[in-house]
């Protein structure tokens, strides 16, 4: 049973560009979690999400951030025209439901924006 | 929102040595968890901890919620102890999903 999936594990983007981050839960999952790690700021919270529905964005950028999970195939946080200060690691999780146990993390995404 | 504090927030130990890490939160919680950032960045969950005591191993575990306070206990250390301890909470009610992390406490253990 593999555990949470994403990728890539790491990207380079030049600013302006667009990025696109994919998270597979594990099997049987179907609530989803994005953190953000940045250098001086710790991890953080941005978004909650069940299949086809956001259930708890207060996390997010107000603009140039977007996050889906789609009733088939992974969740995608998608961050228009990146700037230098995107460049973080964003980290997914998923439970089967609101949590109540522990809460296991994919490996990463380490963004990097030249 | 919450406010997590974790102290010591470096530590230095030689192999074989025990440690004591302390989380405190500003408020009341109902989820509680320790993880482990090793030096590839990964995210190992150590505990799932609101309250009581738990232990894994080498490392345990203790959460006094009416206290406030979590602490986090690694005995006979390893150099793959390494890396950062994080603390993270979630209040009580509908939003105990949204972790609140504490800034951390970066250990080194010496061969």
């Known amino acids: 049973n593999a555990g949470v999936m994403q990728n890539p594990r790491h990207l380079v983007r030049r600013r302006g560009q667009e990025a696109r981050l994919r998270c597979s839960p594990m099997?049987?999952?179907?609530?989803v979690y994005w953190y953000r790690q940045l250098p001086e700021e710790g991890l953080k919270f941005m978004v909650y999400?069940?299949?086809?529905?956001?259930?708890?964005e207060s996390g997010m950028p107000k603009e140039r951030f977007s996050a889906e999970f789609p009733k088939e195939g992974p969740s995608i946080l998608r961050i228009q025209q990146v700037v230098r200060g995107d460049s973080a690691a964003y980290f997914c999780?998923?439970?089967?439901?609101?949590?109540?146990?522990?809460?296991?993390f994919g490996s990463g995404t380490q963004l990097s924006v030249l | 929102g919450i406010q997590v504090e974790q102290s010591p927030p470096d530590l230095i130990l030689q192999e074989g040595a025990n440690s004591t890490l302390r989380c405190n939160f500003s408020?009341?919680?109902?989820?509680l968890q320790w993880f482990h950032q090793n030096p590839w960045g990964q995210l190992i969950n150590l505990f799932y901890?609101?309250?009581g005591t738990k232990q894994n191993g080498r490392l345990s575990a203790t959460t006094v919620a009416t206290e406030r306070y979590s602490l986090l206990y690694i005995s006979s250390s390893q150099t793959t102890d390494s890396g950062v301890y994080f603390c993270?909470?979630?209040?009580?009610?509908?939003?105990?999903?949204?972790?609140?992390f504490g800034k951390g406490t970066l250990l080194t253990v010496n061969p």
């Open positions: 999780a998923s439970s089967p439901r609101n949590i109540r146990g522990k809460l296991l």
């Open positions: 099997k049987g999952h179907s609530h």
């Open positions: 999400l069940q299949k086809e529905n956001i259930i708890d």
């Open positions: 408020d009341s919680v109902n989820n």
């Open positions: 901890i609101p309250s």
């Open positions: 993270a909470v979630g209040g009580s009610g509908g939003s105990n999903y949204k972790l609140t």
